[in-house]
């Protein structure tokens, strides 16, 4: 019953290193837009005032047609369910189906990495320069944006949404009727992750930001991709099991017919989003 909402939170809480990959050129999108077709059409979007030669749209228009051929496996919403339910599961389960997820997907983002660096590589001087002016410009905006809304303790998404204070003190079950004490176990559960939850934030944004400085270099390559995975590896999956434990506990305070509730829910919106996909 509670297997695919934990596993959900679970693989939204390793997935930002991938969504770093699947921003091209510091553009923003959100985790269930990540289909290869929309960030290769953002790729091309940022190129955009670069006054390309007819040769060098040639040249592109064959590596996305290349790519697109080759990356019809390429979704980074679909989730694995593991083989154990993620509401009880132990610590050891969690971290290695963590890690295991997190090095699925980065194998998978290499990929669209690949391309990135390939059309990057198509660029003049001047070109590339530029391109990578906007990515500052780009960065420093969302680094204030970042740091703005961990000195409100918001979370992405909350910049905007100071009036829902009584639900956000439900948590994500603010749909759900709570009773005062569930209010109130939430909220305190919810400060109690607070400090750990922003440093999690903080690595996430370091290996984000890693990786698109390492994909507009000349280093660049399988080598060096797997080896910047490496160097956060720890730090992501350890950022990964401390959410999923979080909300292990977040779950916990709800009553059985609570928590059959919220998978009805799940379930529907889940039918909904088939619906669309399917059009």
């Known amino acids: 019953m509670k297997k695919l909402l934990l596993t959900s939170v679970i693989i939204a809480a390793i997935s930002a290193g991938g969504v770093a990959i699947a921003k091209p050129f510091g553009s923003e999108m959100h985790h269930h837009e990540m289909r290869h077709q929309q960030p290769v059409k953002e790729i091309v979007k940022n190129l955009r005032g670069l006054s390309l030669s007819d040769a060098q749209r040639e040249e592109i228009k064959t590596l996305v047609s290349a790519f697109k051929n080759s ?22 389960q969690l971290r290695t189906f963590i890690q295991s997820q997190l090095e699925e997907r980065e194998a998978k983002h290499f990929a669209l990495a690949q391309l990135r660096y390939n059309i990057f590589s198509v660029l003049d001087d001047a070109q590339q320069q ?5 990515q500052a410009q780009r960065e420093d905006g969302s680094k204030r944006s970042h740091d703005h809304a961990d000195s409100k303790g918001l979370r992405k998404g909350e910049f905007h949404q100071h009036g829902r204070a009584h639900a956000d003190q439900r948590g994500p079950f603010g749909d759900i009727e709570l009773s005062d004490e569930q209010i109130a176990s939430l909220q305190t559960l919810k400060e109690a992750f607070k400090t750990t939850a922003k440093a999690n934030r903080e690595t996430m944004r370091n290996f984000k930001d890693a990786q698109r400085e390492l994909v507009l ?7 060096t991709w797997n080896a910047l995975l490496a160097k ?10 401390a959410k999923a434990k979080h909300r292990q506990a977040m779950f916990a305070v709800l009553t059985e017919s609570q928590q059959a509730e919220v998978k009805a829910k799940r379930e529907e919106e889940k039918q909904l989003r088939g619906i669309l996909s399917a059009s």
């Open 217 to 223: 270099t000349q280093t660049f390559s399988q080598d």
């Open 71 to 92: 990356a019809g496996t390429f979704e980074d919403n679909k989730i694995e369910l593991p083989s154990f339910d993620l509401a009880t599961a132990t610590e050891a």
């Open 232 to 241: 956060y590896k720890d730090e992501l999956v350890e950022a990964g099991v």
């Open 130 to 134: 530029e391109l990578l002016t906007r």
